[in-house]
Structures are given as structure tokens and as C-alpha cells.
Nanobody, 122 residues
């Protein structure tokens, strides 16, 4: 079992920044790959970014140059640094984990956090 807890969401003006955190725990945590998804009101869940603990990364084109995914093994934490935020970034952001990297990118992860709300005002 893997437990995921997100934090760091909030209300921010367009052009501002937020850093989301996902703290993972569980017996097999170190063998799981992790990523971030988001879901805006009335829209389907969307892949944002994923990473391995060794540094392999995948990121959606719409946030390249603005968002960065990083990890801290000592803290069992994955981060999503979000800069130059736009109103279209408004969504609930979810952390996800799976033993297979492709499953994380595809949105079929075995484990999901409960989400943290990000609201970007104009």
C-alpha cells in the first residue's frame, strides 16, 4: 500500500507561483513512480508531469517552461513548482503513484491522493 497526501494549493493571481507537495508513505514507496494530474471543473482529468527517482521526467506541453517536477528522496516527497500561473491552470491537482512509469503517464496509477485545489484569478 502507498498513501499519498498533497498540499500547497491555494488562491493566486495570474502570473504568480505555487509549489505543490506530495508526501508518500508505505511499504513499497521507493519502488513506485510518481506524477501529477489535474482536473478542472467540467473537464476530464489531465496529465501534468511525472518523474522517476533517478530523474527521468515527462511533462505536458501546455506547462513546459512554467512547471517543474522534482523529488526529495530523504523526505519521501515529490514537488510540482508552478510559475507564471494562468487562469486555465485552475484545477484540483492530484498526486499519483504506480510501479510502472507508463501507467503513471497514462493516468492509470494504482494510487491517488485526495487532491489540492489551485485557483488562479485574472
Amino acid at each position: 500500500q502507498v498513501q499519498l497526501v498533497e498540499s500547497g494549493g491555494g488562491l493566486v493571481q495570474a502570473g504568480g507561483s505555487l509549489r505543490l507537495s506530495c508526501v508518500a508513505s508505505g511499504r513499497s514507496f521507493s519502488r513506485y513512480f510518481m506524477g501529477w494530474f489535474r482536473q478542472a471543473p467540467g473537464k476530464e482529468r489531465e496529465f501534468v508531469a511525472a518523474t522517476t527517482w533517478s530523474g527521468t521526467r515527462t511533462i505536458v506541453d501546455s506547462v513546459k517552461g512554467r512547471f517543474t517536477i522534482t523529488s526529495d528522496n530523504a523526505k519521501n516527497t515529490v514537488y510540482l513548482q508552478m510559475n507564471s500561473l494562468k487562469p486555465e491552470d485552475t484545477a484540483v491537482y492530484f498526486c499519483a503513484a504506480d510501479p510502472t512509469y507508463g501507467m503513471v503517464v497514462a493516468g492509470t496509477s494504482s494510487y491517488w491522493g485526495q487532491g489540492t485545489q489551485v485557483t488562479v484569478s485574472s
